[in-house]
Structure formats: structure tokens, C-alpha cells
Nanobody, 118 residues
Framework: QVQLVESGGGLVQPGGSLRLSCAAS????????MGWYRQAPGKQRELVAR???????DYVDSVKGRFTISRDNAKNTVILQMNSLKPEDTAVYYC????????????WGQGTQVTVSS
């Protein structure tokens, strides 16, 4: 059974930091690209950051320079370090595991709420 369990969300003031963690089980973690997505009320889910199997990273423009994604294959964990948070970063953040070869596997966590407000 595949599980992606997010943690680390919460309420933070503008300019603050949060560290999101996603622990994966039931998959060969090192074979999956890992990503963080977010969905704000009334908006579509968007990709925030992803890290490939080789460690290459990609970010949406709005978080470049503020967020950092990293993976630890030994611990089956992906981290999103979020600094200089803004109110527009408020959303539910979802962890994603994506595998594509001769078939595709796409798994999601349950989401963790991030609220940036004074």
C-alpha cells in the first residue's frame, strides 16, 4: 500500500518560514520524481516544486529564491523549505510521487494546510 504522509504545515506570519516534509512508503522511492503542489481556495492545483530522480529541481516562478526542495533517498523523504512566506502562499500543499516508464504511477498525499497571515 502506497502512502505519502505530509507534515509541517501551520500558521505563520508573513516573512516567516515553514518546513514541509513528506514521508513515502510502499514505493521504490529513488525511482520516483517527487513534487509539491498547492491549491488555494477557488484556484486550480499548481506545481510548486519538483525534484527528479537525479536530483534536478524545478520551481514555479513565484517561489524561486524563497523555496527549496530536496530529497533523501535513504529516508524516503522529500522536504520543502519555505522562506520569506507571503499571504499568497496560503494553500493546501500536496506531496506527489510520479513514475513514468512503460507505465505511469502517480500518487498523492492527503495535503497539509499552510496559512500565511498576520
Amino acid at each position: 500500500q502506497v502512502q505519502l504522509v505530509e507534515s509541517g504545515g501551520g500558521l505563520v506570519q508573513p516573512g516567516g518560514s515553514l518546513r514541509l516534509s513528506c514521508a513515502a512508503s510502499g514505493i521504490i522511492f529513488s525511482a520516483y520524481a517527487m513534487g509539491w503542489y498547492r491549491q488555494a481556495p477557488g484556484k486550480q492545483r499548481e506545481l510548486v516544486a519538483r525534484v527528479g530522480v537525479g536530483g534536478t529541481t524545478d520551481y514555479v516562478d513565484s517561489v524561486k529564491g524563497r523555496f527549496t526542495i530536496s530529497r533523501d533517498n535513504a529516508k524516503n523523504t522529500v522536504i520543502l523549505q519555505m522562506n520569506s512566506l507571503k499571504p499568497e502562499d496560503t494553500a493546501v500543499y500536496y506531496c506527489n510521487a510520479y513514475y513514468r516508464a512503460s507505465y505511469i504511477r502517480d500518487y498523492w498525499g492527503q495535503g497539509t494546510q499552510v496559512t500565511v497571515s498576520s
